[in-house]
């Protein structure tokens, strides 16, 4: 765990960023509260962040902020779900999933006028693993059902989606984190995706289509 | 929506009185009173003492006798002239503080000025933040820009920020010439900014862009990447360029 830190300055040093910057992303809540780690270190009390995440979203951050105000980025961030709801003409004109995926999700939940935020996340991420090759159809159907049922319970957290296959038979499951996981050695890792990932991603793609 | 089905009316405590909360338009208390609950209001004054055992919420809120809320307090403008104490963390845009007020958590603002005394016990979040009197935050202070002209004393665990800027208000006066104990000074763990100008502060570690340490500081730690200044009359353990 200790190798997996970085120091606040070894982190301002690597993304030349200043100060003012991560203090201002802290106090728009751009960067989590829980992700500033006090540690004493022989010079006094230090900052660590969390090395993967912190770099990984400093990056976002720099790339994004042209185009996006800080609060857009806040809410793009947060997990939470976005109060949006649209419709099914809307999801294919604004391209957000293709019209292929959208009826497979209709034929499994059946014909509904508006999508909320979490049936599109549904859909978009099934369209995701779709195309990426990693789901098969059967498998599909069952994403939609687990995520209809208890995406509700894991809202506002940060949880995973998680596919194994043993034998050729595969469990999918959501989990708050998948960490602290293990399995018999017959069982292999298909999919191990974030949810906040893609919630950010898909975020995106809907801002950048309203403007 | 719900605002407009439902009528605010005012309510008016003059003397001694005990309400249990609700939703109100204008708010004044004039004499003693207490809240029960949570209250919703447009504009909440106090000329005596009033508590307020639940949450707040306000556009605007003015007390000029003493005021506890025990409840989180969401406001849009926020002027005491009293003294008040906030049990729980504050929301409020834009806070004139020229008494005396105590945060028992965090306060969370765009824009705070303090000519009296604040203290809080937990963060202070803001965009500017000016202060011509004393504060005391246990916790940390993050501000864009940091503006402060020392009156008396005053502490915080960290200052975070973009410009931090340090200042004595007056010249030296009668205590002081009798005793250095009674100096005024600003104490922090860390000061970490873009630019930081400080005077008569008293700091383990600054890091910064541009530094520059006027007379009075003791420094253990001073981390500068372009520039730096140091005044002759102040004692800095070691400065590092980094």
Same mark, same amino acid.
């Given at each position: 765990?200790?190798?997996?830190?970085?120091?606040?300055?070894?982190?301002?040093?690597?993304?030349?960023?200043?100060?003012?910057?991560?203090?201002?992303?802290?106090?728009?809540?751009?960067?989590?509260?829980?992700w500033f780690i006090r540690k004493s270190s022989y010079t006094g009390q230090e900052t660590f962040f969390p090395r993967h995440k912190i770099?990984?979203?400093?990056?976002?951050?720099?790339?994004?902020?042209?185009?996006?105000?800080?609060d857009e980025l806040?809410?793009?961030?947060?997990?939470?779900?976005?109060?949006?709801?649209?419709?099914?003409?809307?999801?294919?004109?604004?391209?957000?999933?293709?019209?292929?995926?959208?009826?497979l999700y209709v034929e499994i939940q059946g014909k509904q006028d508006d999508f909320t935020f979490d049936n599109i996340l549904c859909i978009y991420i099934l369209?995701?693993?779709l195309k990426s090759g990693e789901l098969s159809r059967d498998e599909g159907v069952m994403l939609v059902r687990t995520m209809e049922e208890h995406y509700g319970k894991l809202a506002g957290k940060n949880g995973e989606l998680v596919l194994i296959r043993k034998m050729g038979v595969s469990t999918l499951f959501l989990t708050e984190s998948a960490d602290q996981m293990y399995f018999?050695?017959?069982?292999?890792?298909?999919?191990?995706?974030?949810?906040?990932?893609?919630?950010?991603?898909?975020?995106?793609?809907?801002?950048?289509?309203?403007? | 929506?719900?605002?407009?089905?439902?009528?605010?009316?005012?309510?008016?405590?003059?003397?001694?009185?005990?309400m249990g909360g609700g939703v109100f338009k204008d708010v004044k208390i004039d004499g003693m009173g207490k809240i029960g609950g949570d209250i919703d209001c447009l504009a909440f004054t106090s000329n005596g003492t009033v508590g307020v055992e639940g949450s707040l919420q306000a556009?605007?809120?003015?007390?000029?006798?003493?005021?506890?809320?025990?409840? %989180?307090? %969401?406001?849009?403008?926020?002027?005491?002239?009293?003294?008040? %104490?906030?049990?729980?963390?504050?929301?409020?845009?834009?806070?004139?503080?020229?008494?005396?007020?105590?945060?028992?958590?965090?306060?969370?603002?765009?824009?705070?000025?303090?000519?009296?005394?604040?203290?809080?016990?937990?963060?202070?979040?803001?965009?500017?933040?000016?202060?011509?009197?004393?504060?005391?935050?246990?916790?940390?202070?993050?501000?864009?820009?940091?503006?402060?002209?020392?009156?008396?004393?005053c502490s915080a665990q960290e200052i975070g920020g973009e410009h931090i800027v340090v200042r004595k208000w007056k010249s030296p006066r009668f205590w002081e010439q009798i005793q250095h104990g009674f100096s005024i000074r600003l104490k922090a763990h860390n000061i970490e900014g873009n630019h930081i100008d400080l005077e008569y502060a008293e700091v383990d570690?600054?890091?910064?862009?541009?530094?520059?340490?006027?007379?009075?500081?003791t420094i253990r730690l001073v981390e500068y990447k372009n520039t730096i200044h140091l005044d002759p009359e102040s004692k800095v353990g070691s400065c590092v360029r980094i």
């Open positions: 765990m200790d190798d997996d830190l970085i120091s606040k300055k070894e982190l301002l040093e690597i993304t030349g960023i200043s100060y003012g910057q991560l203090y201002r992303w802290k106090r728009k809540i751009l960067i989590p509260e829980d770099i990984a979203r400093v990056d976002k951050i720099i790339n994004m902020k042209d185009d996006l105000s800080l806040a809410d793009v961030f947060s997990p939470n779900a976005g109060e949006t709801s649209l419709r099914s003409t809307e999801l294919i004109e604004r391209n957000i999933v293709s019209s292929m995926t959208l009826d369209e995701k693993l018999d050695t017959g069982v292999k890792w298909v999919i191990r995706l974030p949810l906040a990932t893609s919630i950010e991603e898909l975020k995106l793609k809907m801002n950048e289509r309203e403007e | 929506m719900e605002q407009k089905q439902q009528p605010r009316n005012d309510l008016n405590i003059s003397g001694i009185g005990r556009e605007s809120m003015n007390i000029n006798g003493t005021a506890k809320v025990e409840g %989180t307090a %969401t406001l849009d403008k926020m002027v005491i002239g009293g003294m008040s %104490t906030f049990d729980d963390n504050v929301y409020c845009r834009s806070v004139v503080i020229n008494g005396r007020v105590t945060f028992g958590e965090s306060l969370k603002s765009d824009k705070v000025e303090v000519g009296g005394i604040l203290k809080a016990k937990g963060d202070v979040q803001c965009e500017t933040f000016s202060v011509k009197g004393h504060f005391t935050i246990g916790g940390l202070l993050n501000a864009d820009h940091v503006d402060i002209k020392l009156n008396l004393p570690t600054v890091r910064g862009n541009d530094v520059s340490i006027g007379p009075g500081c």
